[in-house]
């Protein structure tokens, strides 16, 4: 019974970096699917599909979630972003600025979650404490850098934000 | 200030743009028109005979395209860096869990998935081994042939008379230490992507590939066809430290097989169970070591038995365990060494390169027993250490004299030290006899570690610098990025050299058909070796050009200063042309504005039967000192802060250097106090980051990075090495931290919380691995 349902199709509708998409999905479609093979928004990654690894964070209507364990068929009507939409006026946001600058990157595959992890923060704390930093990604592992020049960058976007606003 | 342009300036990353914008292509970000899915159905007993494989009803579900076996294998069965014994699929006998026995190809993944279920598999399990001491004891089971006693490998050192050295100790000490299983944990599982060429039985694999050579090699040969036919383009790594070798030289060979087999591209992507699965892993070690000192403090003779735990295939561990072999006694000068370190066969899943390559084993066993040491003698382990340590033109244990090179030893020691403030802590910490709540310690650990792959093997690596009309240059290198920054580091050489502006420079992915085989990016090699090849590429056609602008500069050529974009005369820098003008003027005069850049490195000896001989051409010396909090009611221990002090002999550019310090610190804690792979009789337990843990952002302590710079006589600039240094100190500097705060020597990997408070693992699933007797 189970696999019938999850074959069956169903289109669904919301915004992504703005746009207004409409995507065919089954009961078993991720989120994270309808983004990297339906849309072609690749740069969402997946690190361990269980929600550990924080690679695949993606903002739904503000707030950061793994969209590794995000059923499709929730998506309905909500507002998404991922990190594809930062750049989108054609300039890099102060955060992927800070990040160039700090060298906050090495193999870069953890880079987009935790781009939008610290994008959440910052909507919701402009001007965190390094341990409130440290806490915001806490739920995006990386292996190479050890976090300290992520930091900074978040750290030096959040006061750069503040000054041009 | 630098006097340098380019190099030794913290420049933004050559790749930041592209990865942080999402842009980077990633091995599983490729779609190619008609791309197929691969799944692997993996061995369900670590060591069994397969009796029967029914593949028909898999192949007969829609959607399923082909199911390939080792009987679709044109050429060779099985692969290996060092020796072919690594099945691509297993025909008769698994060896470990991870091994592959059949894989379906099919629409998309989710068919593929369905297809493994449908796939028949008769088993006979036969009888295991999991622990290295069982295997080497006499009359147990033989796992290869060829191997008797179970042993991969084995190498002596011998250096004067231990017995004798012994004999004029005042003190001898016995101890022995064991380092648990652990995972490079990339954050990017295993990929590749093989898609047939037009001309015929060609073949080009796109993949998360740390050694594209390595890689390339394998393919040829499971397919049976010369190097090429075979083309490897490297994507963007997410992540490798070691990982990304024969691992994914046995998917790229799947993939590739599966390919030509269908006629379309094969996608394989590994999933975080997979890659935890099947993926090689860091080798546990047992080391005993026996350790003779006179009263005033002076290593007189160190004796060092080995186990190393291979797994189920030789893989790298005859070179790993060579690293061990060259380095045990740490950097002091013993005057009497007898070590036997010995690779050991089991069921478990196989050991092979991970950041350190044999050298974290050791330095946690060195490094706790010279703390050991120190505190019987009634010395500081500081002052014992500097009375011991190596100082320039020290004779190392296998009788290399180190006088090529600027011994640093002493001077990385005390700037780590000082900056943690190691002295007078230890000190008052050592007063706190609290044995509830918590309390603090200090420690430290140093090292030198020898630079490359030294006698291991042939070191060469090769560079291609072309200037294009416009003066806009692409740099092609045989090294490949692993996301340690190495485009970077190579585009800042290139720049330096050429004379030209660092944005000026294109780097290209690496690929097998443009540049000359340079090895495998590997042992913090890329550096010293690859940044030569790009130094002498760009060498060649800056000669050239400084040529041209002679001509039209009316000066001689020898005058003529190239930096920054510009060439000007020395004398009138007013007298100046643009670079990319003269490369326009190069261009109209028809001369050759690219070059092949080779390098190869001085010249090593080894002697195989007395573990004699010049190991490496050059060494680097670290040291990181921790300040931790233990607390005496959970065990837990918490890092506080860590200063490293590394010698990388020129930061080519110091904000990489700082991130490879940052990121070696982190992963050298999680060794020390939270990660272990555990094996259940050779059954993986730990499959995702659900339950092996790394460090998070909440977990990282302060990091101080210090960086010394003593240019080395080889490296271009002067540069050595950072990688693998930055990852191989922490753990013992952390176990005598503990020590100095609560008292408690544990001499066992990782100082979790049951080590910490109870001396033991309460986890039933470990110990098979000879990291516990419980």
Redesign the interface.
Known sequence: MKKVKAEQKKLISFTVNGDDVKVEISADTRLIDVL?NKLN??????????G??G?CTVLMDGKPVNSCLVPAFQVEGSVIE???G??KSGE?HPL?EA?????A????????GM?MSALALLRENPKPTREE???A???????????????AAIEDASAKIRLSE | MSSFTVVNH?I??I????????????T??LAFDGMLHGRVLRAKYPHAKILELDTRKAEELPGVVAVITYADIPGAQAIGPVRPDMPVFVSTRTMYLGDAVAMVVAETPEIANRALALIRVEYEELPTIFDVEEAVSEGALQLHKDYPGNIVNHYPLRKGNVEEGFKESDIVLERTYTTQLIE??????EAAVAVPGAADGTVTVYGSIQNPFTARRHVAQVLGVSLNRVRIIQC??????GGKDDVVSAICARAAVAALKTGRPVKIVN??EESIIESYKRHPYVMKYKVGATRCGKLRAMEIHILADAGSYVSMTPFVTWRSVVQATGPYEVPNVKTDVYGVFTNNTYTGAMRGFGSPQIIFAQESLMDELAEELGMDPLEFRLANAFKQGSVTASGQILDEHTVSLVQVIEKATEAIGYSEKRKAYAENKAQKGKVRGVGFAASYRGVSLGAEGVDAAGALVSVQPDGSVYLHSGLAE????LKTIFSQIAAEELGCRFEDIVFMDTDTSVIPDSGATVASRSTTMGGSAVRDAAKKVREVLLGVAAELLNAPYEEITAAGGKMYVNEDPARCMEFKDVAKAAYGKGQLMAAIGWYQAPRVSWDEKTGQGKAYFTYVYGCQAAEVEVDCDTGQVKVLKVAAAHDVGRAINP??V??Q???????GMGYGILEEVELQDGVTKTR???EYL?????D?PE?VPIIVENPDSYGPYGAKTIGEPTCELLAPAIANAVYNACGKRIRRLPLDLERVLLGYSLRAARGKRGSDEA
Request: with cysteine.
């Open positions: 990297r928004l690749t740069g969402t990654k997946e690190g361990c599909g269980i550990e690894c690679a991922t990190v594809e930062l750049d890099l992927q990040f160039v600058e700090h060298t990157i090495q193999c870069g595959y953890c880079t987009p781009l930093i440290a806490r990604i806490s739920g995006n592992l990386c292996r190479c850098t050890g976090y300290h020049q992520i930091i | 913290p933004s990353r790749d930041a743009i592209e990865k942080v914008t999402g842009r980077a292509e990633f599983d970000d490079h944990a990339y954050i990017e599982p963007a790594m997410g992540g490798s430290f999933t975080r692993n996301g340690q920054g904000a990489t700082e991130g310090i940052y990121g070696g610190v982190t992963m995702n980051f659900d790394i460090p998070t952002s909440m990282v990091i």
